[in-house]
């Protein structure tokens, strides 16, 4: 795959100044992408015509997934109608919705002998359902294709898109992602596109609509937010009974995007996670290089454990303690 130029990958953002890029500390250091499991992984996706948010958004941790034969599928397309200011998606106008897509996901889950699969896709803001659609679809051709196989959606906000969530929470997901990506103050600048009571309305919709499926959320830091904004955040997602948390390091994509106002050292990450826990997540990842997808099939196993342990604590008897 050619890697475009950042004016064209993001026309939005040519005219905007530079900004400064802070050298990276020591704790941040990603594996460069190389080894015959990430070519194989890089050509099956070539062949079924897929997309990675893995390669489109610079992942740090695309080589030791990819040497595991773990790839985070995105679909409807490999352009986005936003312009958030830390992503690396390319945006503009996207192409029509492929409709073979569903089933080469499935198919490309079964070659790679997936246990867990992660789908997420580009906001389509251009779509009547915001793709909830395609979202529906590729749940249905991985759950005929591969039974076992447990599936992670992380969907857009489905901004005024009504049915949307209902449509998608239908399909029974084993984990419904939402990423809140930043508090509230820095939604303007950060991502201007989204709303940030709408996107925690929809992690509390998701628990409403189905409560058997896990909901989990995303923060990056580093991007100028103040501590005392972060334990909010962390509240108002338990409000919204989120079941699991990540937090991760935001690096840079380019000089077009928001500069990197600091670099958290990995025991402030540390304390972080400890907060999380004790405000009653049943999970937090927690690291300079923690993303969504990163650890997913063995996060959610841990998830489910964390679960039954609860259940088991408020119902000592064992009643109702399943999952």
């Known amino acids: ?20 890029v802070l050298r990276k500390p020591e704790w941040i250091r990603a594996k ?27 992942c740090p941790n695309l080589g030791e997934c990819w ?8 679909i409807l397309g490999a352009v986005c109608t936003r312009a958030c200011a830390f992503c690396n998606v390319a945006t503009g106008k996207p192409l029509g919705v492929d409709k073979s897509e569903p089933a080469h996901v499935a198919e490309a889950v079964g070659k790679l002998g ?13 779509l009547p359902d915001g793709g909830a659609d395609q979202f529906v679809r590729t749940i249905e051709e991985i759950r005929k294709a591969s039974p076992s196989t447990t599936i992670e959606i992380l969907t857009p906000d489905f901004l005024r898109k009504p049915e949307a969530i209902e449509a998608v929470v239908a399909a029974k997901p084993d984990v419904y992602n939402h990423n809140l990506e930043t508090v509230p103050r820095l939604y303007p ?20 609509l189905d409560p058997a499926i896990f909901t989990k959320s995303g923060l990056m830091v580093g991007l100028g937010e103040e501590m005392v904004e972060l334990m909010q955040v962390m509240d108002d997602l338990r409000v919204a009974d989120v079941d699991f948390l990540t937090l991760g390091q935001y690096l840079q ?23 999380g826990l004790s405000k009653g997540f049943l999970q937090v990842a927690s690291s300079p290089l923690t993303r969504s997808s990163h650890h997913a099939g063995d996060d959610f196993a841990r998830l489910k454990a964390a679960r039954l ?15």
């Open 1 to 20: 795959m050619t890697v475009q130029p950042a004016a064209l990958r993001h026309p939005e953002k040519a005219h905007k100044p530079d900004t400064p």
């Open 32 to 58: 460069a992408p190389t080894g015959p499991e990430v070519a194989a992984t890089r050509s099956l996706m070539r062949e079924l015509k897929l997309n990675t948010v893995c390669e489109e958004a610079a």
């Open 67 to 74: 040497k595991q034969k773990h790839a985070t599928v995105m």
């Open 114 to 126: 997936l246990h867990h699969v992660v789908i997420t896709s580009v906001d389509r803001d251009d």
């Open 189 to 208: 600048s950060i991502r201007p596109g989204a709303r940030y009571f709408a996107s925690l309305q929809l992690l509390a919709r998701v628990r409403q």
């Open 253 to 275: 994509p380019t000089r077009k995007h928001a500069a990197v106002a600091r670099f958290l050292p990995p025991d402030e990450f540390e304390t972080l996670k400890t907060i």
């Open 309 to 323: 342990a609860r259940l088991a604590g408020e119902n000592p008897a064992g009643e109702n303690a399943g999952s």
